[in-house]
């Protein structure tokens, strides 16, 4: 029996030992067919299965004017990526610097945010405390000088290059891989937007630059340049904190709206991006690359602006600033450089145009504005919006919402008569502006007469009589101090002037002296120039409320329209605002009211002794207006407004002209002339000024 079992045991230990044989057969067999027979097929094809993922940035979608003129639209540019692989230090540093001179052969930009300028050595950063907080950053020891600081960071990317320059443009690409996480999967961009001469031999020569790779990506473009800057706003970088909490529909290194409709609309406007599969060989080289999702285009916005109305908006502001500027109006030289501009339908509330300056150019922050030009921007204020974001004291513009106060009370009537004849009797015997040794008053006048010759002493009377918040609540249902809800961020509240404001603000009880100044549009007073639009386009339609925007249509790809709802719901969302802090009604006016205001403002620029008469006497058209000098804090400075409507007897436009320090109101009124004449296609007579013969008559508000 034990025989019988030992041999069952030696034929068992005998099959296990053949077994382990022909397996060990087998692999050899399969190692020397991978090795030796296919080993050259299968490293090549090994050599491809580095695979990775790449993102197709989708393209924004575009803004347009009403007319369907592009504002804002994409081409597709060359983009160059680098990406971390298996190449040793030097070899990357020196494919860095022949990239580098390669596109600069081709005047293509590379990036260069390294805070280290050469020939001399300095620090970009002006504040010390910013040059130490990014040593230690960087790892650089805190009192080094900017050469010690190069000189460290050559030894950290072991850059060996002897030439300065060369070894800066390295350096440059290198530190830009560092701050934004370089790594094998996550390329850097060495460059945007390269011309095709640069894209195509870098791909004809691309064995010499390992680890690169071309894609083509969407390059946002203005090509109306400055046009519309405050309204269409710009693009930037996604900042680290907004990148952490839109990771699921951002990367790294996208750009966001940061301003203007651009921030707005960010929602609608930005696309969804699709997805590349990229095949790399160990050593950098590419060796095949497809989509594997597609990336879906933002949604279009149409505006209610009309560019070649908007462009004349800003030549008019610009040239009559620089007029103004220049002494060739009233014969003085007045330190205006800022200004706003509008015009808008008084039947719906569509912003037919809007502009501040100084202005800007949108696309330098999309491709990377620079240090300089940002500075420079930051110094003028030139992205600010003095159109929404500014409130000023509207001077004799804010005699229409008084004269209304007083008509509508009752205490005046459309004959009511006050004498301007010196000082008014009052308070602290404040004058009318027409007073001079030589010149008392305008004489006995009714309400419409005032409004023409805008003549302060009847409208102290008007204060005097009804009081500071008679005066407040029909301004406040004219929508004055309150925002109009444009779909732009950054406008403000500004100030109706109130005892409830003073009382609020300051605990101090309201004086009769404050109420004389303030129903001449001074005081507390204080609107922006797109509220004042609004103002004049419920005068100009009868006391109608306007709902006001920038937004004519939202569509997808596939022409869907987003609803009016779901616009005004996410624009209200994103601004924070609610709509109970917009909306207004409809100013219920007594025609005779209404038809006394708008008499007088035609007064104004159609009849002889208005106070723009002067500037529109040549006009083919009848129109209504109103001009304002509004005193500062500044004893020296004035600043002029010009408001009104046009035609007088079927009113389609309001135009807003604000400029800072204008010297008078009467003075903005040559920008409103050529916007009425653009609008219109009017072509006025010329008129040979003589800035010498008339400095008085100039100086009317």
Known sequence: MKVKEKRNERIRYNILTVFVLLVGIILLAQLFNLQIIHGKEYLETSNTRLTRESIVKAARGNITDSTGNKLVT?????????????????????????????????????????PIKIKPYAFKQEKEEEQKKWKKEMGIEENATAEETFIQLKEKYDIQEENVENARKIMAVRYEATIEGFSNIKPVTISKDISRKSANQIKEQG?????TSLVTEPVIEYPYKNLASHLLGYVGKINSEEYKNNKDT????????????????????????????????????????YISKEAVAGNNVTLTI???????????????????????????????KEGAAVVMNVKTGEVLALASYPDYEPELFAKGISQAKLKEYDKNSNTYNRAISSAY????????????????????????????????????HPVCWIYTDKHYGHGALNISDAIKH????FFYEIGYRIGIDKIAEYAYQYGLGKKTGIELAGETTGIVASTKYKKETY????????TLSAAIGQSYNSYTPIQMARYICMIANGGKAV?????????????????KQEISKKVNEKLGIKEEDTRIEDLKLKSETIEAIKKGMKGVTSEAGGTAYYVFSDLDMTIAGKTGSAETEEKSKVNGWYTGFAPYDNPEIAVVVFIENAGSGGNTALAAKEIMQEYFGMNAKKVNEDVTAIPNVLVYN
């Open 507 to 514: 605990n101090e009880e309201w004086q009769l002296g404050e």
């Open 393 to 428: 004291a509207p001077g004799s513009t804010f005699k229409m919402a008084v004269a209304t106060a007083a008509l509508e009370t009752g205490a005046f009537t459309t004959q009511t008569l006050v004498t301007d004849s010196g000082p008014y009797s009052r308070g602290h």
């Open 547 to 563: 709902d006001v925007s920038i937004i004519k249509s939202i569509t997808d790809a596939d022409g869907n329209s987003v609803s």
């Open 207 to 211: 064995d010499k630059f390992p680890g």
């Open 306 to 336: 009309d560019a070649n109305l908007q462009k004349k908006v800003e030549d008019a502001l610009k040239k009559n600033i620089k007029k103004i500027a220049n002494g060739e109006i009233d014969g003085k030289k007045h330190n205006a």
């Open 250 to 289: 951002y990367q790294m290194n996208d750009l966001i709206g940061r301003a203007g409709i651009q921030y707005t609309l960010e929602e609608y406007l930005k696309g969804k991006d699709g997805i590349r599969q990229i095949d790399m060989a160990v050593d950098g080289t590419i060796t095949e690359e």
């Open 74 to 114: 994409t081409k597709m540019g060359f983009s160059l990526e680098l990406y971390k692989t298996k190449i040793d230090v030097q070899t990357l540093n020196n494919t860095i610097l022949s990239l580098v001179k390669l596109l600069e052969k081709n005047k293509d930009t590379y990036v260069d945010n390294l």
């Open 454 to 457: 805008s003549c302060n002493i």
